[in-house]
Each structure stands twice: as C-alpha cells, then as structure tokens.
C-alpha cells in the first residue's frame, strides 16, 4: 500500500525560510509532487520529483530522495499568501495519492 | 494545462436525496478522476472515470452510491445517491496533465460544495 505522513501544521514569519517535510511508504511510484490549495479554492500544482534530487521554482523547491522515502517543499521569502494547505502526493500507477496535508501560517 | 469547470458549485440537499454533480474540461483527456475532501482533510479518489467504460471504484466507495457517467473525452458526471449528511463535504473534478512538458501533474475543478441536512 502507500502512505504519505506530514506535520498537521507549521507556523512561519514573513520573509522567513520554512519546510514541510514528506515521508512515505508504498511500493512503487514514477513521482512526488507537491501541491497547494487556498481556504475554499481548489489544489494548484507547484512542483514534481520524477528523479532524486532538488528542483527550482521561484521560491518554491522540492527534494526527493527514493532510498529514505523522504521529500520536502521549501518556501523561501515567504509572504502572507503563502498560508495555504500544502500536500505532497504520490503520482503513478493511474492514480494520485495525496497525504494528509500541512496548513501553514504566515504571520507578520 | 486544463481548465475545468464544474457544476453545481455549491448545493444544500435533503438527505434521502440525490444530486449530479457535472465536470466538463476543455481538452480531450483520457482519464478523469473524481475526489471527496472534508473539510480540513486530504483527498480521497472515489473513482478513475474513463470513456467507454465503467469507472473503476477505490475501496470504500461502490457504483450503487457513487455512479459515474462518461459519455465523452470532455466530459463526466458523479452523482450522490440516497445522501444523507455524512456525504456533505466538497466534490472535486481532476485530470492528468504535464506541466513544461515532463512534470506529471493533476488539474483540479473549482469543487462542488454539497451540505446534506
């Protein structure tokens, strides 16, 4: 089976740097994306690991490591729109997987 | 990308009732995936809806409660069947997509927000 664990939920600063950590378990998979939904809106891709590794968005980064079943989502320069649900979610096998999701806080 | 719409947005229901909820995408697309969330919670796949065929169901769900009409590439229906108020919670439209050519994505409906009294 596959199951994806986050942290429930994860307070910041503006401007600051946070990460949302990712851990998981299934038997196999093509990719780990990360995603974002605002209170009442729908979820917004950000970013996709089909390889170990770290890759760039803006201010977003994701980074995938298969050997540990290990990734996470780093915001940086973060700002008051930044406080969202984010959910990391396993793509592969005709279906999406999605963990529980992180809220995050931004406070000024 | 995919832009998808979805309708009704939001409905209130009397239990024992049903309601069809439509999701229309403005690109041919194989596959098209509905999801349930909860408020405050992750998604759940209720069901993979491909044209032609029968929807393939996730554990937990079953065609009696959830049926799912495909009769298009742009089109779907998931209908809620004899609701009662544990099926309040917000009904989402997907499907799969590439972001810059190589990043495998999922597009998602604005939502359908169903309350069941």
């Known amino acids: 089976g596959q199951s994806l664990e986050q942290p429930s939920e994860v307070t910041a600063v503006e401007g600051a740097i946070v990460q949302i950590n990712c851990t998981y378990q299934t038997s196999g998979f093509y990719g780990l994306s990360w995603y974002q939904q605002h209170d009442g809106g729908a979820p917004t891709f950000l970013s996709y690991n089909g390889l170990d590794g770290l890759e760039e968005t803006g201010r977003f980064s994701s980074f995938l490591s298969r050997s540990k079943g290990y990734s996470y989502l780093l915001l940086k320069e973060l700002q008051m729109k930044d406080s969202a649900s984010y959910f990391c979610?396993?793509?592969?096998?005709?279906?999406?997987?999605f963990g529980a999701g992180t809220r995050l806080f931004v406070k000024a | 990308s995919a832009v998808i719409s979805q309708k009704p947005s939001r409905d209130i229901c009397q239990r024992g009732t049903s309601l069809t909820i439509q999701c229309q995408v403005d690109?041919?697309?194989?596959?098209m995936f509905w999801y349930r969330q909860q408020p405050g919670q992750s998604l759940t796949l209720i069901a993979t809806a491909n044209q032609g065929s029968e929807a393939t169901y996730e554990s937990g769900f079953v065609i009696d409660k959830f049926p799912i009409s495909r009769p298009n590439l742009t089109f779907s229906t998931l209908t809620v069947s004899n609701m009662s108020p544990e099926d309040s919670s917000i009904y989402l439209c997907s499907v799969e997509g590439w972001e810059e050519g190589s990043q495998e994505t999922q597009y998602f409906g604005p939502g359908t927000r169903l309350l069941v009294l």
């Open positions: 690109s041919q697309v194989t596959m």
């Open positions: 979610a396993l793509q592969g096998g005709f279906k999406t997987i």
